[in-house]
């Protein structure tokens, strides 16, 4: 995940980010058309952002204040972007104040209403259709050109998902069935719809759903001569075919769920499916065919417990003299130790040799924690923040990790939370955590006006980024990005702590 700035506040990021998702004139764009920059690009706009050149931010700072001037909506909003990622925020949130009183019906008003209204994890549907209605007042479709009207088409979608959280199949179905929501929202709807009734172990809802969408699709699939709009909606065939056949499969309809599951394994085999598909086989009895479906997954694309689990009792019955671990010595661990080795040496490549700078934060009971403490040991920094999706995804492979070395007094993890807006963001770090029920030793970055931050003192651009200092107090691993996979995630680290421990 990407991040310019985070020293600004909540509204102005979900502003930012909206309105550049629905703009499809980028900003990059829009310095060329009214020549402020010349032969400019994303690339290097985004580059002065995160430059430290004095140089770069003087261009930067000439481009934003001209675009202020600006008398138009699009060029003010990319105006208060530019000032939050010069560290000017109270000018981008006077900015944002002017857009909002001078626009109040417009693109930016449009997007904070809606999120007023979607944001609410506790409102029931009725209370969204009431406030959508009221919205759709103020912001009328056709007052928008197409291409600002994202949230329009959204909304419909929203609310009858949480009708489909609530178990009205009668109020989904008027959304599907409503002339104004078009074509490819009503297939998200079903999808999303299905999805959920499924989480509710209502299967049969699913199925009704997705029955006539499938076959839909599915005679357009064998379709020898396809359009282009048959080509996009050919992009629904996978997951459809996939869902109905679990929704089948948990049915109790095994014979039905055989087609789907295979047209989805035709085309794109995953985990999810192939599970799915070798347990309709088991339940036909026909243990060899379940049997062959794992084993070559797991040759082509590794194994987990997830899919162990159910080869296990599959292999029992095909081999009732042998153990399950002699399928574990004769496949995984070779498999395992292939993999092991390929990140050993990949890992081994990519070692750094620089001095971890010195810091002291903040832990969730006020305790001062300074890497100096911990010298002789090898530390792993996770810098992190709650709305980031990659970095909580990632949690779980982190906290096998650290599970892995609870008893080795040689490692040490700090995972320490940065770029968060909210004034009561300790607090909610704290039941974050308590809710998500990680163990981690967390530590509060500084925040602006405090101090140089630890993420500036490591140069931490991106989130999540994770660190491995070693034993000397020199950074010998630093890269982004998070792996939702829990035990590939825990293999990386695992790799890169061991290369440290040398």
């Known amino acids: ?188 709807i079903r999808l999303a719809s299905a999805k959920e009734f499924m989480v509710q172990n209502k299967p049969e809802i699913a199925i009704l759903l997705l029955q006539e969408l ?3 699709l599915k005679s357009l699939y064998n379709k020898k001569n396809t359009t282009k709009e048959d080509s996009y909606f050919l992009g629904y065939f996978p997951e459809t075919a996939s869902l109905l056949g679990q929704a089948l499969l948990a049915n109790g309809q095994i014979d039905a769920a055989l087609q789907p ?9 995953d985990e999810t499916n192939t599970i799915a598909l070798a347990r309709a086989w088991m339940q036909k009895e026909k243990n060899q065919e ?51 080795a390929e990140l050993e040496k990949k890992y081994r490549a990519e070692m750094i040799n620089k001095t971890a700078p010195a810091f002291s934060l903040q832990d969730r009971k006020g305790n001062i924690v300074s890497l100096a403490d911990l010298a002789g040991k090898v530390v792993v920094l996770d810098f992190w923040a709650t709305w980031c999706v990659p970095c909580v995804g990632s949690f779980p492979g982190m906290q096998a990790t650290v599970d892995q070395y609870k008893d080795d007094n040689e490692v040490q993890f700090l995972f320490i939370n940065c770029f968060e807006q909210e004034e009561n963001h300790k607090e909610q770090v704290i039941q974050f955590m308590l809710d998500k029920k990680y163990n981690f030793e967390v530590l509060f970055d500084k925040r602006e006006g405090e101090a140089t931050s630890t993420a500036e003192l490591y140069n931490v651009q991106d989130i999540p980024t994770k660190i491995v200092i070693d034993k000397a107090g020199l950074i010998r691993f630093k890269y982004t990005g998070g792996n939702f996979n829990a035990e590939e995630s825990l293999m990386e680290m695992e790799t890169m702590i061991e290369l440290a421990k040398q």
């Open 214 to 216: 499938y076959l839909n």
């Open 261 to 269: 599951l295979q047209d989805f394994d035709s085309i794109y085999p």
């Open 1 to 188: 995940m990407t991040l310019f700035h985070f020293n600004i506040t909540k509204t102005l990021i979900l502003t930012f980010f909206i309105v550049g998702v629905i703009h499809q004139q980028t900003m990059a764009q829009i310095f060329s058309q009214r020549r402020i920059i010349k032969e400019t690009s994303n690339d290097s706009l985004n580059a002065w952002a995160k430059s430290r050149n004095p140089a770069d931010k003087k261009k930067l700072e000439q481009e934003v204040s001209t675009l202020s001037q600006s008398k138009d909506e699009i060029e003010l909003t990319y105006a208060a972007w530019g000032y939050g990622i010069l560290g000017q925020p109270d000018k981008a949130q006077e900015l944002n104040s002017f857009i909002l009183k001078q626009f109040p019906n417009g693109v930016t008003a449009l997007t904070m209403e809606y999120l007023k209204i979607f944001d609410d994890p506790q409102a029931s549907a009725e209370t969204l259709e009431d406030a959508y209605q009221h919205w759709l007042t103020r912001f009328p479709e056709d007052s928008f050109p197409e291409k600002y009207r994202g949230y329009h088409r959204k909304a419909p979608m929203a609310i009858a998902l949480q009708y489909a959280k609530e178990g009205n199949m009668e109020k989904v179905n008027s959304y599907l069935t409503n002339q104004n929501v078009k074509k490819k929202d009503s297939y998200n």
């Open 290 to 340: 379940a049997f062959d479906k794992l084993h070559n997954y797991i040759m082509e694309n590794g194994a987990n417990r997830n899919i162990l689990n159910v080869l296990e009792p599959i292999y029992m019955r095909l081999n009732d003299k042998a153990t399950f671990q002699t399928y574990i010595d004769k496949y995984i661990n070779p498999q395992l130790a292939q993999k092991k």
